[in-house]
């Protein structure tokens, strides 16, 4: 059993909870997921099965989109409608002119403060335990990327917002800023994902539904050799080489077209068309390096 499973979570349930739930779908198989959806929030959910989790993190370097709504006055610890409020402040007239010019400052790169209500460590441990303890430590900003937001309103006191942004961003401090850019303070009042790289919320089963299958009865999976083709594909020219990758041989992947350039990352399929490798160009006269080998189909 390998491959992607694409859930419609639900709220009100964590990510590791839906891992869980389909413990009897997918048995003795390792499973893992692709990007945390907070509990309060809805939707796409991308689970890696079986042999799947050893290339997630090539999956999880992809564009994603949301949908939500923000709430204007209040604000909370969290960010979000799950905190207790810590402060309040008037809601301005919502003009879509100006909304519209709010989201375009916005758009593009900038760089984005981490929430203390997170997954990210210090120390080892998750920022949200040290929070809950009333501990507050610095946390170092990263670069992100606004691709597309529209914000629509919604009067008297919230904002309907549409949202494509890099891999790492906060979607909780982005309805906090656009609270601030506003002139007022806000909160994340509900959150959908609705896209992870090319997979999307119409791709995607509803966790009841998958709940209700057979234990044996086969899960949807989408299969690496799609979930991966945005990446070059290499095919082995026999078994022989896939052999000798198995035993440390890696002379052997010279046989292959050489990259197009450095850092090129490939995919290499056995002869029935199934991912078998992850390649990587490595080196100042790029040559394929083997960075990822897959149990047999």
Do not use: N
């Given at each position: 059993m390998t491959g992607v499973?694409l859930v419609d979570k639900?709220?009100?349930?964590?990510?590791?909870?839906?891992?869980?739930?389909?413990?009897?779908?997918?048995?003795?198989?390792?499973?893992?997921?692709?990007?945390?959806?907070?509990?309060?929030?809805?939707?796409?959910?991308?689970?890696?099965?079986?042999?799947a989790t050893k290339v997630?993190?090539?999956?999880?370097?992809?564009?994603?989109?949301?949908?939500?709504?923000?709430?204007?006055?209040?604000?909370?610890?969290?960010?979000?409608?799950?905190?207790?409020?810590?402060?309040?402040?008037?809601?301005?007239?919502?003009?879509?002119?100006?909304?519209?010019?709010?989201?375009?400052?916005?758009?593009?790169?900038?760089?984005?403060?981490?929430?203390?209500?997170?997954?990210?460590?210090?120390?080892?441990?998750?920022?949200?335990?040290?929070?809950?303890?009333?501990?507050?430590?610095?946390?170092?900003?990263?670069?992100?990327?606004?691709?597309?937001?529209?914000?629509?309103?919604?009067?008297?006191?919230?904002?309907?917002?549409?949202?494509?942004?890099?891999?790492?961003?906060?979607?909780?401090?982005?309805?906090?800023?656009?609270?601030?850019?506003?002139?007022?303070?806000?909160?994340?009042?509900?959150?959908?994902?609705?896209?992870?790289?090319?997979?999307?919320?119409?791709?995607?089963?509803?966790?009841?539904?998958?709940?209700?299958?057979?234990?044996?009865?086969?899960?949807?999976?989408?299969?690496?050799?799609?979930?991966?083709?945005?990446?070059?594909?290499?095919?082995?020219?026999?078994?022989?080489?896939?052999?000798?990758?198995?035993?440390?041989?890696?002379?052997?992947?010279?046989?292959?077209?050489?990259?197009?350039?450095?850092?090129?990352?490939?995919?290499?399929?056995?002869?029935?068309?199934?991912?078998?490798?992850?390649?990587?160009?490595?080196?100042?006269?790029?040559?394929?390096?083997?960075?990822?080998?897959?149990?047999?189909?």
């Amino acid at each position: 059993m390998t491959g992607v499973l694409l859930v419609d979570k639900p709220e009100g349930m964590s990510s590791a909870g839906v891992i869980r739930a389909l413990k009897p779908q997918t048995g003795r198989a390792k499973v893992g997921h692709l990007g945390t959806l907070d509990p309060f929030a809805s939707g796409l959910l991308p689970l890696v099965v079986g042999e799947a989790t050893k290339v997630a993190r090539w999956l999880l370097l992809e564009e994603k989109s949301y949908t939500g709504t923000i709430r204007l006055g209040t604000a909370t610890d969290t960010l979000d409608r799950t905190g207790t409020t810590v402060g309040a402040a008037p809601v301005p007239a919502l003009d879509p002119d100006r909304l519209d010019a709010i989201a375009a400052t916005f758009r593009g790169r900038h760089t984005q403060v981490p929430p203390m209500y997170s997954a990210l460590k210090r120390d080892g441990i998750p920022l949200y335990k040290l929070a809950r303890r009333g501990v507050e430590v610095d946390r170092a900003a990263r670069e992100i990327e606004i691709v597309a937001l529209a914000l629509e309103p919604q009067p008297p006191d919230r904002v309907e917002f549409a949202v494509q942004c890099s891999k790492g961003t906060y979607v909780r401090v982005l309805a906090q800023d656009i609270g601030g850019a506003l002139g007022t303070v806000a909160h994340l009042d509900s959150l959908r994902r609705t896209r992870v790289g090319r997979f999307r919320i119409e791709e995607a089963f509803p966790l009841d539904v998958l709940r209700a299958l057979p234990g044996d009865a086969p899960l949807p999976l989408v299969t690496l050799r799609t979930a991966l083709a945005d990446h070059a594909t290499l095919a082995a020219p026999s078994a022989e080489l896939l052999a000798r990758l198995r035993h440390g041989q890696q002379q052997s992947l010279a046989i292959l077209r050489a990259p197009a350039r450095p850092g090129e990352t490939a995919v290499l399929v056995d002869e029935q068309g199934d991912v078998a490798a992850i390649l990587e160009a490595a080196g100042p006269r790029p040559a394929w390096r083997l960075v990822r080998l897959l149990a047999p189909s």
